[in-house]
Every structure is written in structure tokens, then in C-alpha cells.
């Protein structure tokens, strides 16, 4: 992408509605704009960056099972009525009506629909397990949107839903996706914890919430903090075989959000030193809540003794858009954010010194060229603005790498390579900088 014909509105000054340092980033950076409370467009370079962890969600949730669809935003009244949470649910629920005064809402979650999707079609033992997930904005009217896309009223989720023909089956669902969530969180760059939580207006008996420790964070949370060193489960986890001894790890520790902390065992399980009391994000969240929709709306299956019973269901959402608020909260400096690979909107980005002249031109072409036929992603910043502003600009905005071309350089046949992480430059001709940042890098 040349940065001439992208659209990357940074702001100089330091929005003075933003509160906590991702919202003032996400602004200055120019990935959102604010169009109502808690409603953001997502400017292009946002969107890049939403759409790789959108992607590393959905790689995740295939590789433990699960199946992508989409629903809609729009759900009819009468079905949150069958579950009886059309009433229960308060002024969160945007409400509206179709011109034949049908009444609708804009999904705040998806229970219900899935369920009665489910129900059509799926009648035997024989079709489970099955894990249905979707991205889909979801609308709550918070009473205090804050923080930008941390608390938003219109937001992007991930939401999957499991079925199962009994409990023990559910509960294997269940491990299938906390593992894929500790996956899931670690190749953002992020440690997310996973805590024993209340389950609020979803229900259920079972709930943990992946936390992110942050200072700026929402939930109160209280946990040893050796559960920080757990190994997180390669790639190549058998999905197919017992993860208990992994969920075992991971539970034994203790972690617990506030409304479910019990304080005699946290202080009989851990020790003085080890006692960590902070706030956190909470990112994610799993349920099980066996059949508190499929018991009233009718989901039944028939088991291996041909009697019909409710699936056990759960559900497991990931949140998407806030992720990037906590990607930021995890990962910037002075200068900017510093994105993780995995998540960069763009993998390097070019820096023309001297933008017109011949031979800086020419090696940024060739370097653009180059990068983009490695699959680097670069974003080649041809504008005609001064050194200084590209570089305060580069390292606003995160990139991995920055590669610096000038015509000092050049005489003498080198550019300048930075690595935005650790701030190491390095000189060398552009040939090397290029097999560098060639295709095997990370
Ligand atoms: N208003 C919001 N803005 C952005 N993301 C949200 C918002 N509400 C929930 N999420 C994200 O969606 C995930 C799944 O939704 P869930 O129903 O568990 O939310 P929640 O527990 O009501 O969230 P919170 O306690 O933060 O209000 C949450 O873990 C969170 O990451
Ligand atoms: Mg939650």
C-alpha cells in the first residue's frame, strides 16, 4: 500500500475525550472514528488490524472443531420470548419495529436463534458434537460507553455454540475450547488468564473469563501468580484426545474474578508472595449452561437409548473489537503502539527520505516491489512530508519493521533497518535488508 492513496488520519494533538492510553492511540493512529456514543467506523488501518485477529479467532476455532456461519444482527421479539430473556433483559437491548409494527431487536448475543436454528434441523445423537460459531456486531446499549472499542454499544464478537448429548460430552466441549482460547489470546501476543466467573444473563453453572492484567482494566481479579508461567498448548494439541490433564494445570491455580473470589481458600492456596490482587480486561468469556435454552425451546435429540432429552449446550464468545484496545493496553511506548506480527496492520513499512529524488525513489520501488511479492505487507510511505513527521508517523502507528531510505544512504549503498519492538537499528546495503525481511521472517 502506498501511504498516498491510503487514508491514515493521525492526529497530532491528544484527543481529550480519551481516558485510557489504547482509545488515545486508536485515535491519534486514525483506525476509528467515533460516529455516536460507543459507535466507531473503522477507518482502513483499524480494520486491517480487526480483520487479522478476526482471522486468527476463526483459524483457532476450526482446529478445535468448531463450524463458521453467519446470523443475522436482527432477531425477531417472539423468539426471545420462547426463552422468556425478551422481558428479562433490560434497557440494554436495542428494541425496534419493522413497518408491519413487527418487533425486533438487535442481537445482543445469539442463544436463542442458534438454538431454534439447531432444532430445525438436527434431531440425533448421531450429529453431535457440534460447535456452530459466527463474527458477528452485536448491539448492547451500555450505560456507559467508555474507553472506545473497549466498552462499545456496537461491537464485533465472536460467539460459538456448542451442542452435546449429555453432560459428560459438554463438558469435553468445553475443554475443546478453553484450550483453543489459551491458543487463541497467546498468538496476539497477549496472556490471557483464564478465571472462574460469574455467568450474569448468559447462565449456567460454569464460566471462566479470559483476563488480560491491566491496570485501566474493568474486572477486579484475584489470582496466584504463577498461573502468569503456565505453557500454553502447541499447535498440535490433540483436540480428539483428554485435555484434562491441561484444563487440571490450568484450574489448579488459583484465579477468580471478584464476584466469585473466595477469600479463605485464596489465602490457604496461595502463598504470601505469590498473592496477586490487580484489575484486568476481560476479553473473552466460556459457558456451559446445559439446557437453559434447549429445555424451553424445545431443542431435543434423540440419545443411543432412542429417548429424546435437551442438548447440552454452552457457549463461548471472544471479543473481538475490544481485543484491539487490549492489544494496545499490553503493548505500546512513548511513541506509539508496537504491534505484535501476528496482528500489524501492515508487516513493514518503507520511510522515503527524500521523496522526488531519483535514486531514493527508485530503491524504495524496488523495495516495495520486493516485500510485496514476499507477502510482507509493506506500506511504502511516499508522501512528500518531512523526515521527522514520517518517522513520529512509523512509530504512531506500530509497524514491525521500518525500513529507512535516504539519499546520506545511499551514496554510500545503505538504508537503515529499525525493528519498532526493541528500537535496534541496523545499516546495510538494501539488497540484505531485503533477504532479511524476506519470507522466512517471522
Ligand atoms: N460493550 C462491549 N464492548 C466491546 N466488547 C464487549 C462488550 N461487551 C462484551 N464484550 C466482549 O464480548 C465478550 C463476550 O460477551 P459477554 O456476554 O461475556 O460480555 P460481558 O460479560 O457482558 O462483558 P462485560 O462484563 O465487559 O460487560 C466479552 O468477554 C467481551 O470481551
Ligand atoms: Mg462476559
Given at each position: 500500500?502506498?501511504?498516498?492513496?491510503?487514508?491514515?488520519?493521525?492526529?497530532?494533538?491528544?484527543?481529550?475525550?480519551?481516558?485510557?492510553?489504547?482509545?488515545?492511540?486508536?485515535?491519534?493512529?486514525?483506525?476509528?472514528?467515533?460516529?455516536?456514543?460507543?459507535?466507531?467506523?473503522?477507518?482502513?488501518?483499524?480494520?486491517?488490524?480487526?480483520?487479522?485477529?478476526?482471522?486468527?479467532?476463526?483459524?483457532?476455532?476450526?482446529?478445535?472443531?468448531?463450524?463458521?456461519?453467519?446470523?443475522?444482527?436482527?432477531?425477531?421479539?417472539?423468539?426471545?420470548?420462547?426463552?422468556?430473556?425478551?422481558?428479562?433483559?433490560?434497557?440494554?437491548?436495542?428494541?425496534?419495529?419493522?413497518?408491519?409494527?413487527?418487533e425486533l431487536?438487535?442481537?445482543?448475543?445469539?442463544?436463542?436463534?442458534?438454538?431454534?436454528?439447531?432444532?430445525?434441523y438436527v434431531k440425533s445423537y448421531k450429529s453431535l458434537p457440534l460447535n456452530l460459531y459466527h463474527m458477528q456486531w452485536k448491539f448492547r446499549d451500555e450505560q456507559r460507553p467508555r474507553f472506545g472499542v473497549m466498552r462499545g454499544r456496537e461491537f464485533l464478537m465472536k460467539d460459538a455454540?456448542?451442542?452435546?448429548?449429555?453432560?459428560?460430552?459438554?463438558?469435553?466441549?468445553?475443554?475443546?475450547?478453553?484450550?483453543?482460547?489459551?491458543?487463541?489470546?497467546?498468538?496476539?501476543?497477549l496472556r490471557a488468564i483464564p478465571m472462574r466467573a460469574e455467568t450474569g444473563p448468559i447462565?449456567?453453572?460454569?464460566?471462566?473469563?479470559?483476563?488480560?492484567?491491566?491496570?485501566?482494566?474493568?474486572?477486579?481479579?484475584?489470582?496466584?501468580?504463577?498461573?502468569?508461567?503456565?505453557?500454553?498448548?502447541?499447535?498440535?494439541?490433540?483436540?480428539?484426545?483428554?485435555?484434562?490433564?491441561?484444563?487440571?494445570?490450568?484450574?489448579?491455580?488459583?484465579?477468580?474474578t471478584e464476584d466469585v473470589h473466595d477469600a479463605a481458600r485464596y489465602e490457604a492456596e496461595v502463598a504470601e508472595g505469590d498473592r496477586t490482587e490487580t484489575r484486568g480486561i476481560e476479553v473473552g468469556q466460556l459457558f456451559f449452561f446445559g439446557d437453559k435454552y434447549s429445555a424451553p425451546m424445545k431443542a431435543t435429540i434423540t440419545g443411543p437409548d432412542g429417548v429424546d432429552r435437551p442438548a447440552q449446550m454452552g457457549s463461548y464468545g471472544v471479543g473481538v473489537s475490544r481485543l484491539l484496545g487490549a492489544i494496545i493496553e499490553a503493548s505500546h511506548d512513548e511513541a506509539g503502539i508496537v504491534w505484535p506480527e501476528a496482528v500489524a496492520p501492515f508487516g513493514v513499512g518503507i520511510i522515503n527520505l527524500r521523496q522526488g529524488d531519483a535514486e531514493c525513489d527508485a530503491a524504495c520501488e524496488t523495495a516495495y516491489a520486493a516485500l510485496a511479492k514476499a507477502g510482507r505487507d509493506p506500506l511504502y510511505d511516499d508522501t512528500d512530508e518531512r523526515g521527522g513527521g514520517k518517522f513520529a508517523k512509523m512509530d504512531l502507528i506500530g509497524l514491525p519493521w521500518q525500513l529507512i531510505i535516504g539519499p546520506k544512504g545511499l551514496k554510500d549503498g545503505v538504508v537503515e533497518l529499525k525493528h519498532r519492538g526493541s528500537g535496534e537499528r541496523e545499516t546495510l546495503p538494501l539488497g540484505e535488508a531485503l533477504t532479511k525481511l524476506g519470507p522466512g521472517r517471522p
Open positions: 500500500m502506498r501511504l498516498s492513496r491510503f487514508l491514515l488520519p493521525v492526529l497530532k494533538e491528544t484527543p481529550a475525550e480519551a481516558q485510557i492510553v489504547s482509545h488515545r492511540l486508536m485515535l491519534r493512529a486514525g483506525m476509528i472514528r467515533q460516529e455516536a456514543a460507543g459507535i466507531y467506523a473503522w477507518l482502513p488501518l483499524g480494520f486491517r488490524v480487526l480483520k487479522k485477529i478476526e482471522q486468527i479467532v476463526r483459524e483457532e476455532m476450526d482446529r478445535a472443531g468448531g463450524v463458521e456461519m453467519l446470523m443475522p444482527t436482527l432477531q425477531l421479539a417472539d423468539l426471545w420470548r420462547e426463552s422468556g430473556r425478551y422481558d428479562a433483559y433490560g434497557p440494554e437491548m436495542l428494541r425496534l419495529k419493522d413497518r408491519h409494527e413487527r431487536l438487535y442481537g445482543p448475543t445469539n442463544e436463542e436463534m442458534i438454538t431454534e436454528i439447531f432444532r430445525a455454540y456448542s451442542f452435546d448429548v449429555d453432560e459428560a460430552a459438554a463438558k469435553r466441549t468445553y475443554q475443546r475450547m478453553f484450550v483453543a482460547y489459551l491458543r487463541i489470546y497467546s498468538r496476539m501476543g447462565g449456567g453453572d460454569l464460566s471462566h473469563e479470559l483476563i488480560v492484567l491491566a491496570e485501566t482494566g474493568e474486572s477486579v481479579v484475584f489470582c496466584d501468580k504463577r498461573v502468569l508461567d503456565l505453557p500454553i498448548p502447541d499447535a498440535d494439541v490433540d483436540y480428539q484426545g483428554d485435555l484434562t490433564p491441561i484444563i487440571d494445570q490450568w484450574t489448579s491455580v488459583y484465579a477468580a
